[in-house]
């Protein structure tokens, strides 16, 4: 029995470089996409291998199916966007920089290429050499065991994650907030996402399965105290339920209010962060929760952070800030994201 | 053979992968595919590594470490999936790192 | 009962606060960031007097102990760089204030500068945030998470400007982040796998010599490399410096590639300090002449005064890893006590040109340095800041940087090498050949200037030329800052760090 | 072991061909129709007779629950997609293949 699964590492070793050698290398961008999310979720099956369950569940959410998703939705913007040139028959116009193939870029220096290639090469079999030799290490592991009892939960990577080290969680959350920031400082968004309409069986489905990714979104973040599961992992969900929503066009969601989206990012970050201050407030440090009501604070801040978590993740599919109601739009001003077209435009 | 050395080559070869692809791919998109294979990689290194110590407990700490940077990762990745597209619309330019004459003396902005 | 660790809170939490009460409340953006900047001075005064007073010390959060929790460790280097942070932002932000206000002021595309300020607010204090919290931590997984939340947010910050170039390189500077990141994530990943701590003083004390150990520090220093810029790696950051807003450039030149270089310096000058080997040393010596050399190279060929400051930048940061060596050759104080000179009037004096660069910009409409020629007649004193920041870049008597080579040049006579001391003159000699190339331009010929009609509010020029006049006389006030970093000094080097376990 | 857990064994062994048949067709298969017809109805029977083995050596009637669940919520799922990878396949007028 050993032996078999043994023969399953090896294989799934394997095939982990193979799919990612392939999908770089494949000409098409799609099927490099597609191959991704196929790599994240054997990502998700190497972390089960690993018994690293609660990385296994993040994984399969956000590594293969958000980032997946913004990958091809990022494709068919730009797909949407050449075929629009080519319509209006820019492309013959274009400069002649912009035309410079990219096979120019992949002959330029082979010498040099090669040395490089072969620097990586040695480097990688270094590292390789050192990590066979190292002895095991220490690690925490019997150190958060030790200590397991006084975090307030029982799920150890909770703990860790929510309690030991809950400084970095908080800034995590930080960075999931800016990158939100990020993409609404950049653009802004243009509903809805699809060209055509969403369909029946697409309809029917997302009215069947939002309510249910809701209530899973929640048994996740409850379980998370005791087992995998955890406020990424229902952040996921809830996005996924967003993405969703967002794909079949339903009313609803286009009609929240941009105030109502700006609190749902916030109210993760704003709650943890104001965790911390009650924490030195009441005479302790930061993030020392009270040693007797740990569980419930950390549940507090976890089922804040999944909502914030998946609307943010939402709000990074959507791809840009919400649009203005039209009465605030001034006549002849326009944001950054349509001066671009004008600015392409002008070009010509 | 220890198997979970299989998992540490198999990352360091992901690495690899990724970073070529990272360096010589032309268009923006991939190169980001490759710096998301890269990440997975690294993440692969530090979850074998976790079992690797040689106690019968696994330590949580890297997969703890793990998921921040599954967070950080998309979120990086939605930034620059933005900028993509919106550097496409402006510039009209598949090849990221080509050199252009103008951009020396275009217009900035103060 | 305002103690140190007291204020230290104050300078992560607060920023974070405003950041998110400037987002959701984005009426108020133009209030909160100021109100921040302000309360970050404050704070940053507070741990100054307290930290004079009681030393370096260690703060556990969540009440963990090492090695399970994540520690702030205050010593007189992380208290040196938040002031630094503190003077420079809060000028920074003084100044922004006054650019966006004028911006929004001046009709065309109104809503497209209100959307920029809406967003300026919340990712500058992000970013400061993050920059705080590098500075405080110990701790090698959380400073990933700092880098990240800075390189994110400088990214956004750069792509603010929503101009084609300006999003071009700040794409670029996020691959780069990005490659730079996960350079540093695999060598802190191997690095936890050796000795299973991931404290950067406890880690000192465990190092030792070994092939996982090359490997993860050469990672380490790799990634940080790339997100300092130094001299083969820094091909993406003139263009993202030139090509952001003016208040941008300055946070992004004068603030966030310090953070990296203070990381470098604090392994390289600190926790590894023990067992790397000279030549290592003298590796990254040789690359820091080698930016200095073609930095200012560069400098003196560009034809726009914000890629000038770019390139300038990329030479400046040449000198801190001269400096590098030479901590290592010098068994007393004085290198330390120079490299962190060098950073903080580089970083006053960067920002502050960057920001009379962007007063000039605005004025002119345009920033070609060949047809700057007489603009002190309408500007008088931000072409006044623009030279004395310059001036203190090449290292004129009383400036903070005379000081810093001074020092450096005496250490390396001292040590028997010279070629570095030789390296600093060259470098001074070309960084003076750039800045007449600009100060000639402003100062000297006189033409009849044609300038746009807006006035440039007096908060943008001074803010600019406090920042240079600070920078000016930082050699003349020298001796606190480096008292508050002799006071850390047990801290800073690796035999002092028993007292904190 | 029981009988059941025999059985339950039985059962899964049972629903393997049908998954490798279905793979097997996903790769073989001449177009994207004829692929999602052999992927999805394979897929399912296999599945069909994997939660059936499992839910016969479950221990409890939760373990259960839960697996028809997930066997509800597979199906629902991979009738949808299918359905939209085949609607999307005809909106880009990609004709069915038949015999040449």
Redesign the interface.
Known sequence: MMDAM?IF??V???A??WL??R??ASPD?FR??VL?IS??LL?AL??VR???P??AL??AA??AG??GA??LS??R??ER?SEA?RRLA?AGK?EE??E?P?ER??RAKPVAYGL??LL??V??L?????????P??????????E?LGQSGVRS??T???L???????L??V??????A???????RVRLPLQD?EP?P??AT?VR??AP?MIMVAGYLVWIGGSRAGGA?QGGAVLAAAGVLLLLANVTVVRQIPAALL??G??LG??LF?LT??VC?AAG??????PPQRAGAWILLIESASAVS?GVT?AA??A??RPPEPPAQD?GG?????R???A??GGRQ | MN?L??????G??????????L?????P??K???A??MT?GV???M??G??????T?????P??????G??????????A??????V????????L??K??REKWGRTDG | MADAA?WA?CLV?AP??FA?SS??R?GLAHVFGPLAAWLNALAVLGLTVSFARSGPLR??????QL????NFRIDGLCVLMLAMTAVTGLAVSMYALGYFSLRIGSAR????HE?QRL?FW??WL?LW??LN?LYLSSDL??IY??L??TG??A??LT??S?K?AA?LAALRYLLVSLLGSCSYLLGVA?L??????LDMAALSRLVSP???L??GL?LLTAGLLLKTALFPLHFWLPPAHANALAPVSAILSGLVVKASFYLLLRLWGEVFAQVLPPAAYVLLGALGCGAVLWGAAQALLQKRLKMLIAYSTVAQLGYLFIALPLIRLDPGPAARQAVVLLILSHACAKSAMFMAAGSIFLKAGHDRIADLAGIKEVLPVSSFAFVLAGVSLMGFPPSGGFVGKWLLLGVSLAGGQWWWGMMLVTGSLLAAGYVYRVASRLLVFKAPFFSRRQAIPPVMEWSAVLLAVLAMLLGLLAGSPLELLAAGNQVFSPAGLEVLR | MGLLHNLGTVCILLGIPFFISGTIGLLRFPDIYTRLHALTKADNVGLGFVVLGLSLQADGWHTVARLLLIWL?VL?ASS?SC??VA?AAL?KKIEPWSRP
């Open positions: 043994g590492d090896m799934l070793a394997l982990l470089p990612g050698w999908l770089l961008l490099a996409m991704f790599l994240g990502m190497t972390w690993l018994q690293a609660d990385v993040a994984e956000i590594g958000l980032t913004l990958f990022a494709l913007r730009l966007l040139e820019f274009r920089e912009d410079i990219p870029h992949r490089a290639l990586l090469a480097f990688v270094l590292l390789a050499w050192s990590l066979a030799q190292t095991a290490g220490g690690g925490l592991g019997p150190a958060v065991g200590q150890e990577v703990a860790v994650l309690n030991f080290r809950g400084y970095d969680t800034l995590e930080m960075v999931l907030f800016l990158a920031l990020g993409v609404w400082s950049l653009t055509e369909g069986v697409l489905l069947l399965l249910l990424f700006r609190w990012l916030a970050p704003l962060l911390a201050v030195v302790g440090n930061l993030l020392e929760y978590i993740l990074l599919y791809g840009g001034r001003e326009q944001g950054p994201g001066d671009a077209d600015d392409a | 198997t050395l299989f998992y540490d080559f198999s360091l070869a992901l690495l690899a992968i990724g970073l070529h692809g360096i010589r791919s032309s268009h998109l991939r980001i595919l490759a998301n294979l997975s993440f692969l290194i979850i074998s976790a079992r690797g110590t040689g106690q407990m696994i330590d949580p700490v997969h703890a470490m793990v998921l921040t599954i967070v950080v990762s998309v979120s990086t990745t939605a930034v999936l933005v900028l993509v597209c919106l496409q619309e402006t510039t009209n330019r598949a090849l790192w080509q252009r004459k | 007291f809170i939490v974070l606060f998110i987002f959701v984005g703060y556990a959060i969540g009440g963990w090695p399970l929790g994540i595309q109104m809503s497209r959307q967003f919340p990712l992000l945030a993050g919290g997984f959380n998470v700092t990240e939340i994110l947010a990214v956004s792509a603010l929503g084609p999003r191997l936890y796998r050796c000795y299973g701590i070994g092939p996982l090359w490997c050469a | 919520l629902i949808a359905h939209l609607r909106r």
